[in-house]
């Protein structure tokens, strides 16, 4: 790709962009959320035309007018949100648009079915046909796109932000299998700003930033520092967080239960206190009922014994509106299904929760002008970038909307805020700015519970940390002693003997 | 209660079900393709009235039925028009053109042929009543099935027919795959929004069959609103019966049934009290159907 330029109104997305790709390389693209990485791959994939620039594929000159025409060229791509028909099996997914026939009229699916086993020998990668696209973990359903873009005969393969919706396994199989791909002769692009990643799985590696082409370097002569460096245009500093004295229980769970659909309890007798003034991790494989624990925390859940006291007062089983009121304010873990409304305005999503305050309404009717300066505060101290309050919240990119859910809950002013996956799938930046407000936030002396499923966030921040397995707090420890060995054993559901 | 009254009342069964049955099967197409046609009743009452418009002029039954299905299905292209390529609300349309096609019947009635209400003549031809060689001579089954149309028998072979077509065929794989996840079927080269507009037109097609039969078959006459909410019933036929064909035979012949019953006791209850049987059905049956539905979800 030569001199890819795209531009959206005054908006440079591309500017003068050059990539290559030999054969059977992994090229990593790198970049913050914005830099263009994806626009460039939309170009590549033909669902965008580039303002200028030339396409050069084995040499010949190439004019993408739709993803067919780069379908045709042998070109595929994995999309950051699966296209799948999730109520029908994973052999239908992967033959449609080629649909193996009888008699010319007919869906052959028992040759549906023998197709994607071939399929599946022929890569090594293993997945059972008939089962539901809808009952397979997300992983899985990875695996059912990238075997469809390979049905599709693809001989370069494009993985958008591929590891944003997968648990650390999952990461794992998906980097190998990338490396198997590759050793086949595919040639691979992979947009990603997980650096670790690209330090596993790249050949090389280029940076883009603002919409521009920074650098690119084999793998072997750099660095995270310096691909983050570039990547952020400036040093990211090592945080040290000094310890602080804490004041009094604000939130002191005891004995909670909540039961499931079988004698399994989803949280079994979980006990845990957060006080005024520290950030308390609880780390965990996600799935262990971590979503459970926020909901049951913050009122969408009633749960089914024990208590949730906050500041004095049992919370359990009262209505998110009493919780909120008593204390507590939360960043929810998916900020499209939990934290926003993806065609409420800006303003609206802003003052959602603060709608009572005086500044913001009086005797039930909105005070705009009020709702319009409270935004803009929270637009401009958080740093979020957007086109206008009128915008739409599904319209900014994920890093932005995070920030401004991030701004309404710190805002809250509440005694006690649970931080769940506060920075999952965000870049580089938006996580350093998001961590940064949460410690404000202890120094403060408010309370701060943070979910996370990723580990280095937690240890890097939290006082004190719990393990959560199966849903009962499987250990705690203070900062000081915790290790990412220990922590991990117990995430697995391991025991550590020099406990006992 | 003797084996001729028994047959007496399936036979007004099957005769009620075809009705509902074909539209039912339009409503359950367009909802495979993710389409909500609130416009069925438009559907059908426009078909009763060109049918029998036709049928007055010209006297042939083959036209009659073809300007019936024709219309239905321009009332259809109507829909897709405006709800598929213009994404207006489903619910607006829907109502706009049940209350239009009923002033347009009322209107066309009186200015075609100057009357009020109901339009009967004869002059006008019914379609012929069927009675199997053999079976007409069995004695319970002869009588279940006396006098059926051959639309009657039709429809049941259509339900076959778009089952086939919706899971064993490629392209109604692709149909289907439009109604399960629109930009996923398109970012594979589907043309969904040409399949639904399609669907949609089909439905309306459907309906205009259904209404034939109402105007053609049991009676041959155009009365103003004559479908009275076999649109609705059909709707609620088509989620009964999970927008599947042949489930959706079985939705259909359960409000056959109501209707059946409701005219066998018209001679014991008053008439107004067993009309309702069917609309009292209808609410039964979805409020049971969503219950289940929802416990099914929560086990999940």
């Keep these: 790709m ?75 791509m994995v999309q950051q949100h699966f296209m799948l028909l999730e109520p029908c099996t994973v052999a239908e997914n992967i033959v449609y648009g080629r649909e193996p026939r009888k008699n010319g009229l007919f869906f052959d699916r028992s040759a549906a079915i023998r197709i994607t086993e071939e399929l599946c020998d022929k890569y090594g990668l293993h997945i059972d046909p008939r089962r539901l696209v809808k009952d397979c973990p997300v992983g899985l359903q990875q695996r059912v796109e990238i075997l469809k873009v390979l049905y599709q005969d693809a001989d370069i393969i494009i993985f958008d932000e591929p590891s944003a919706v997968l648990t650390p396994q999952e990461v794992g199989e998906l980097l ?6 590759a050793q086949m002769g595919k040639s691979i692009i992979i947009i990603t700003h997980k650096l670790h990643e690209v330090m596993t799985v790249a050949d090389r590696v280029m940076v883009m930033r603002l919409g521009k082409y920074i650098q690119e370097m084999p793998k072997s002569e750099t660095s995270i520092e310096e691909m983050s460096f570039l990547m952020v245009g400036r040093h990211i500093v090592e945080r040290e967080v000094p310890p602080q004295e804490t004041t009094g229980t604000v939130l ?13 309890n989803i949280l079994d007798h979980f006990s845990i206190h957060v006080d005024a003034g520290e950030i308390v991790g609880i780390a965990g494989v996600s799935g262990n009922g971590q979503s459970e624990l926020i909901q049951c925390l913050t009122g969408l859940l009633p749960p089914t014994s024990g208590q949730v006291v906050l500041r004095g007062q049992n919370m359990a089983g009262r209505s998110v509106g009493d919780i909120r009121s008593a204390g507590c304010a939360c960043i929810p873990e998916d900020r499209y299904l939990w934290g926003c409304a993806a065609k409420a305005s800006l303003t609206e999503t802003s003052i959602m929760a603060h709608q009572y305050k005086p500044e913001l309404s009086r005797h039930g009717l909105l005070n705009s002008k009020g709702a319009k300066g409270f935004t803009q505060k929270l637009l401009n101290d958080y740093d979020v970038r957007n086109s206008g309050q009128s915008q739409k919240a599904g319209e900014l990119s994920g890093g932005n909307i995070q920030k401004l859910i991030v701004a309404r809950e710190m805002e809250q002013n509440s005694p006690l805020l649970i931080a769940a996956e506060p920075t999952r799938g965000v870049d580089i930046g938006a996580i350093e700015f998001i961590h940064n407000k949460l410690l404000q936030k202890r120094e403060k002396g408010d309370a701060v519970l943070l979910i996370s499923s990723e580990l280095t966030e937690i240890m890097s921040l939290s006082d004190r940390i719990y393990v959560i397995y199966e849903g009962h707090a499987a250990g705690e420890f203070r900062k000081a002693d915790a290790t990412e060995e220990a922590l991990g054993i117990l995430m697995m559901g391991g025991t550590l003997h020099e406990n006992e | 209660m003797n084996s001729a009254y028994i047959a007496s009342v399936i036979n007004s069964t099957l005769r009620s079900t075809t009705p509902i049955l074909l539209a ?19 559907q059908m009452l426009i078909a009763c009235f060109t049918s029998i ?22 009332v259809g292209a109507v829909v897709a028009i405006l709800q598929v390529k213009y994404k207006a609300a489903d619910m607006v349309v829907g109502t706009a053109l049940n209350l239009l096609v009923g ?34 001579d069995i004695p319970f089954l002869g009588r279940v099935l006396e006098n059926l149309t051959i639309i009657d028998y039709l429809s049941y072979i259509i339900a076959i027919v778009l089952f086939v077509y919706l899971f064993k065929t490629v392209a ?26 399609e669907m949609v037109t089909l439905s309306g097609a459907l309906c205009g069959l259904g209404g034939v039969v109402l105007s053609m078959g049991q009676v041959t006459m155009f009365t103003e609103n004559m479908t009275s909410g076999r649109g609705f019933i059909a709707m609620a036929a088509a989620s009964l019966g999970m927008s599947h064909p042949l489930l959706v035979i079985a939705s259909s012949l359960f409000f056959g049934l109501c209707q059946g019953i409701g005219l066998a006791l018209q001679n014991v209850v008053k008439a107004q009290l067993t009309n309702t049987l069917p609309y009292i059905a209808t609410i039964v049956a979805l409020v049971l159907f969503s219950k289940r539905n929802s416990s099914a979800k929560l086990k999940k």
Aim: glycine share 10%; with cysteine; charged share 20%.
């Design chain 1, 252 to 264: 002191d769970v005891q004995d909670l239960v909540l039961a499931g659909p079988d004698e399994k």
């Design chain 2, 24 to 42: 039912a099967l339009g409503c359950a197409i367009c909802s495979r393709v993710g389409v909500f046609n609130v416009a069925l009743e438009a």
């Design chain 2, 53 to 74: 418009a036709v049928n007055y002029f010209t006297s042939s039954v083959l036209l009659s039925v073809l300007a019936g299905v024709l219309s239905g299905a321009l």
């Design chain 1, 176 to 181: 190998a299998t990338m490396r198997k791909l």
């Design chain 2, 172 to 197: 109604g794989f692709r149909t289907l795959s439009v109604g399960i996840n629109k930009p996923a079927a398109e970012s594979l080269g589907t043309k969904a929004t040409r399949i639904q507009m």
């Design chain 1, 2 to 76: 030569k001199h890819i330029t795209k531009v959206y109104g005054s908006l440079y997305a591309n500017d003068d962009v050059h990539l290559t790709l030999d054969k059977g390389e992994i090229l990593a693209v790198v970049g913050e959320n914005g830099a263009g990485k994806s626009t460039l791959m939309k170009i590549l994939y033909g669902l965008e035309q580039p303002t200028s620039g030339e396409i050069y594929l084995n040499g010949e000159l190439q004019h993408f007018r739709s993803p067919h025409d780069a379908i045709a060229k042998k070109i595929g």
């Design chain 2, 103 to 136: 002033a347009i019947t009322t209107f066309l009635l009186y200015l075609i042929f100057g009357l009020r209400g109901k339009l009967v003549d004869n002059r006008l031809v019914s379609l012929s009543k069927i009675n199997l060689p053999v079976i007409k």
